[in-house]
Nanobody, 122 residues
Framework: QVQLVESGGGLVQAGGSLRLSCAAS????????MCWYRQVPGKQRELVAK???????NYADSVKGRFTISRDNAKNTVYLQMNSLKPEDTAVYYC????????????????WGQGTQVTVSS
């Protein structure tokens, strides 16, 4: 009923920048929190940044001052601007959204994107 599609990952040198995008589509009525997570092999998925429907943001300590999360509610899209990238930022990045969508009835659901690889070389 709802799909999240990420884009913008890739290979970058340390100190460089990348911008990730995640567009939600489907029978969406509204979206609450939108988040970015990341995961490296053998470790748990960790929350990187969150933005509420009202625009309030939270960040992991490891990315504060370097990453910026934003959203375009008209486009059902969330962004993650990543600056001053470090090798330890290398991971698969996933977007996540809490979505009110129309199935038979209006239903809240938690949806994930397929992930996009970010690799930072030293």
């Amino acid at each position: 009923q709802v799909q999240l599609v990420e884009s913008g990952g890739g290979l970058v040198q340390a100190g460089g920048s990348l911008r990730l995008s995640c567009a939600a589509s489907g029978r969406i009525f509204s979206i609450n929190d939108m988040c970015w997570y990341r995961q490296v092999p053998g470790k748990q998925r960790e929350l990187v940044a969150k933005i509420t429907s009202g625009g309030s943001t939270n960040y992991a300590d490891s990315v504060k001052g370097r990453f910026t999360i934003s959203r375009d509610n008209a486009k059902n899209t969330v962004y993650l601007q990543m600056n001053s990238l470090k090798p330890e930022d290398t991971a698969v990045y996933y977007c996540n959204a809490e979505v009110l969508y129309r199935g038979g009835l209006y239903t809240w659901g938690d949806f994930w994107g397929q992930g996009t690889q970010v690799t930072v070389s030293s």
